[in-house]
């Protein structure tokens, strides 16, 4: 039996490329919630090509309802809403997931990418884990390696393939679009992209063995946000102190605490922000 767990994510789903494309509620959201539901469909199709006994997805993205249910591919199943213990790769702590899917990922805050950022839109200009730059397919790669599931497939833009590269590199990329700015890319037409994504889970199916679990820690966790006042809110929680004006920073002995102390912390940060000064 091959189990594949797809986490899904909206804004590097094809045709995404500014705010409203992925805030849900609004007009354009409803229009992209298609595009992203046919990426994930594609890779579903590609992975039950490539011999998978049963995928599960995933809703990765803000209220964790944007995936639309009634299109889904009715071989899958979906875990959809909040809150989930692991986040955007509930599902993996189970024992019997062979490999994980990013699909519609996107790069980190503070670097290149279509629609950048690390779990909150804006706030935080940068991550590191033990001094390395991190995006969330960087923290979301470092826990599921602690259940011994590979990262097999990662799609999103050209910038979040370069990025899988360094956490993933055995993994398969497909690009939906390239990047041009924050909020500009040239895209594919979702036909197109459908059958990129497809034939990479294909062919990706094949990496999906599960190995010895990775225990890689301690992991030290650096957050530096753009307002001295956010670093003091994320110290109300145990082990976070300050290293910088704007920058705070915790331990923790595996990543699984890792990313439970990061989801604590941006709650509050993200309680902090005032509409108008941030």
């Not at 799609?155 to 909020?183: E, F, I, L, M, N």
């Not at 199916?205 to 992991?219: D, I, K, N, R, S």
Request: proline share 4%.
């Amino acid at each position: 039996m091959v189990k594949i767990l797809i986490s899904a994510d909206m804004e590097g789903a094809t045709g995404v490329t500014w705010p409203a494309d992925v805030l849900p509620g609004s007009e354009q959201w409803q229009r992209c919630r298609h595009m992203f539901t046919s990426d994930v469909n594609a890779a579903i199709a590609g992975f039950f090509d490539g011999g998978a006994d049963e995928v599960l997805v995933n809703e990765a993205h803000w209220t964790m309802r944007n995936l639309l249910l009634e299109k889904l591919d009715e071989r899958a199943q979906m875990l959809t809403g909040r809150h989930k213990d692991l986040s955007m790769v509930e599902g993996v702590q189970h024992g019997d997931v062979d490999g994980i899917a990013f699909v519609g990922y996107h790069t980190g805050a503070g670097t290149e990418g279509v629609l950048a950022h690390t779990y909150l839109a804006n706030s935080i200009t940068g991550v590191w884990v033990n001094g390395d730059a991190a995006s969330e397919g960087r923290l979301n790669a470092l826990v599921v390696a602690e259940y011994g599931v590979p990262v097999i497939l990662v799609t999103g833009d050209d910038r979040t393939g370069d990025d899988a590269r360094g956490y993933a590199p055995q993994a398969r990329t497909v690009a939906v679009k390239d990047y041009v700015s924050r909020y500009a890319a040239v895209c594919r037409p979702p036909a197109r992209t459908a059958a990129d994504i497809r034939a990479a889970a294909k062919a990706a199916t094949v990496l999906a063995v599960c190995h010895e679990p990775v225990q890689a820690g301690p992991f030290t966790i650096e957050l530096e946000f753009d307002a001295v006042h956010l670093a003091g809110a994320a110290t109300v929680v145990p082990g976070v102190a300050r290293t910088g004006e704007r920058r705070v920073g915790y331990t923790s002995p595996t990543m699984y605490e890792g990313i439970r102390a990061f989801k604590a912390v941006t709650t509050l940060v993200s309680a902090a922000v005032e509409e108008q000064y941030g």
